[in-house]
């Protein structure tokens, strides 16, 4: 057993990119394993919706390519978690696949490790059904329709189901897991090598997830040296530094509260972590404490179809018209909706966005009164068919255009275009249906895996 | 618009980082992040930063706000409100909710500019 182990992030999002000399430099730091996260809710439900990855197939390849390389030369494991982003099985297979023909052509043999996150609905029915699904975050109670709705359901697995892998394929050269918890690979391979402090691990994965966007400034690559009470942090970039603010401030980023981290399994508590400047780019962790909960609960996530979108955009340069855009706007969706009863039931929705006026953070906008010199109107229609939307929204922006107001000078048009056709089908708008805490019979339950020769 | 930069006494003058974003589907979080204890100090002691003054600039009710806190380790503020309207869905303004922050920067924190004091630090 190692007393130390060093684990190499090569960045924060698998197919973004990253420095490859720093990523070499990090191999001659001699790390135990290369592991690297691919997943994010943040581009909204539409991945998960639709089975979209979040990066191109050939960025996903090159960043493959060159930590493949790494695996190849250092004869060190790659975990990759949250494959594709969304996680489902196909981005699982994909990424396997990829692998598997990248493996050929380099005249590699690699062991392949998938493992799956896919929920089957029926699971989430029963247990909702026994009431042991709750709420995750601020999300809104589930519903039997939300999960019928949902075109994919995954669930983010702890560090279990990738430790059980590690375990039986002692050999295993990448693992390609789906829907993660972030720092669930890190914590894996922590416990995997004795190193079983679940603040210690956790802490850290919660970091390094990111790749060196701890360091000042962000950057990408970075290893992480772990022991039995603490770890280390340092960029591979030498124009960065981890500071020891730079890293207390890292868990407030796109985080309820940077001190009380909910995972699976528990709490991380990080309300007495301790951070110590080694030298000038690397900063010591420690004090981090976890708190289990008393049901072992996984992240359910679901992604439904809220239906079918047509856009049009403009601007109004006209200050007579400028100055009741409120109004006028309103006076259309009411003459719109006494057109279309799916806008009055509710089953399409007419939405004008005013750059310019408050486009940006609608209700949110504290500056009410403001009168811009012009305003951009993005107007958003959403119908259960294409057709229905792209109908609603060419007669929206009819009446933007063509339609009267008070004391009007300017009577030949109210609105520039500049695109043509004026109104754009883009297609399928997605929701979350799903974001919900799930209990399980064991961390293990939902999550399948099988071994690949490739 | 606004020249009360001169004065050094906003938000924007004393703190580092002025940021919004996404925090899962269902929440906005705001950090104010400084890069000096002082200035930190200052704006913690001054109590300007209330929830109430979260409720009046985004006019949002006080159970809309998830967390609000001081973090001394990371020199940072941080509150987060539930959202108002589904992430990446009908009628989304702001996926990552990256462009909401803008209200904190004009906050006026009482007592002296900020030349003295991170002449201070």
């Known amino acids: 057993m190692k007393a130390e182990i060093k684990i190499l992030t090569p960045v924060g999002m698998f197919g973004y990119g990253f420095p490859e000399a720093d990523f070499w430099r990090g191999i001659d730091r001699g790390p135990d394993a290369i592991i690297v996260d691919a997943g994010s809710t943040d581009p909204g439900p539409y991945q998960l919706g639709l089975g979209k990855m979040i990066v191109a197939p050939s960025a996903l390849e090159r960043d493959l390519r060159v930590c493949l390389a790494g695996v190849v030369r250092a004869r060190i494991p790659l975990l990759i978690s949250s494959a594709g982003g969304p996680g489902i099985g196909a981005h699982v297979d994909a990424t396997v696949e990829m692998i598997g023909r990248i493996a050929k052509e380099t005249g590699q043999r690699l062991k392949v490790a998938a493992i799956y996150a896919d929920v089957k609905p029926e699971l989430v029915r029963e ?20 999960i019928d709705e949902s075109t994919h359901i995954v669930a983010q697995m702890g560090y279990e189901p990738i430790l059980e892998v590690l375990r039986a394929h002692p050999d295993v050269d990448v693992v390609v897991a789906g829907r993660s918890y972030d720092p669930a690979p890190f914590a894996a391979f922590c416990v995997l090598h004795g190193l079983d402090d679940p603040g210690i691990y956790w802490h850290m994965g919660k970091i390094m997830e990111c790749g060196a966007v701890c360091a000042e400034p962000k950057g990408s690559v970075i290893v992480a040296t772990i ?21 207390a401030a890292h868990t407030l980023y796109e985080k309820t509260r940077p001190d009380l981290l909910s995972g699976p399994g528990g709490v991380l508590d990080l309300g007495r972590s301790r951070y110590l400047q080694l030298d000038e780019r690397t900063v010591r962790v420690s004090g981090g404490a976890f708190r289990p909960s008393p049901a072992y609960q996984v992240k359910l996530e679901g ?12 601007g109004i340069r006209d200050p007579i018209l400028i100055g009741q855009i409120d109004p006028f706007l309103h006076g259309i969706k009411a003459r719109l909706a006494a057109i279309y009863p799916e806008l009055k039931s509710g089953n399409a929705q007419l939405i004008f966005h005013i750059y310019g006026k408050n486009g940006v953070m609608g209700e949110l906008e504290p500056e009410k009164d403001f009168v811009p010199l012009e305003v951009g109107i993005l107007g958003e229609v959403t119908a259960q068919t294409q057709e229905l939307a792209h109908a609603i929204c060419s007669n929206a922006r009819i009446n933007v255009l063509h339609t009267p107001y008070p004391r009007q000078m300017a009577t030949a048009g ?10 754009n089908d883009i297609g399928p708008v997605c929701r979350f249906s799903i974001y919900h805490l799930m ?11 099988r071994i690949v020769e490739v | 618009m606004n020249d009360k930069s001169k004065h050094g006494n906003r938000l924007r003058d004393l703190a580092k980082v002025i940021r919004s974003k996404n925090s899962g589907p269902f929440e906005l979080t705001f950090d104010v992040i400084f890069s000096q204890p002082e200035p930190y100090r200052r704006v913690k002691e001054s109590g300007v930063l209330t929830r109430e003054l979260v409720c009046r600039l985004y006019g949002v009710p006080d159970d809309a706000i998830v967390a609000f806190m001081f973090f001394d380790p990371a020199l940072a503020f941080k509150f987060t409100l539930r959202r108002g309207w589904a992430q990446g869905s009908i009628g989304e303004r702001d996926t990552f909710g990256a462009q909401q922050h803008a209200p904190l920067m004009e906050i006026e924190i009482p007592g002296q500019a900020t030349d003295q004091a991170s002449a201070m630090k």
């Open chain 1, 127 to 146: 247990r909702f059904a026994q009431g042991r699904i709750v709420p995750c975050a601020s999300a809104p109670q589930l519903t039997a329709a939300d």
């Open chain 1, 227 to 247: 022991r039995k009470d603490s770890f280390d942090l340092e960029p591979m970039s030498t124009a960065e530094r981890c500071t020891t603010l730079s890293v």
């Open chain 1, 303 to 314: 992604s439904a179809l809220a239906g079918h979108r047509t856009i049009f955009v403009g």
């Open chain 1, 414 to 423: 109210n609105f520039a275009i500049p695109l043509n056709p004026p109104e």
């Open chain 1, 439 to 449: 209990e399980v019979e064991s961390p293990l339950e939902p999550f399948t895996s």
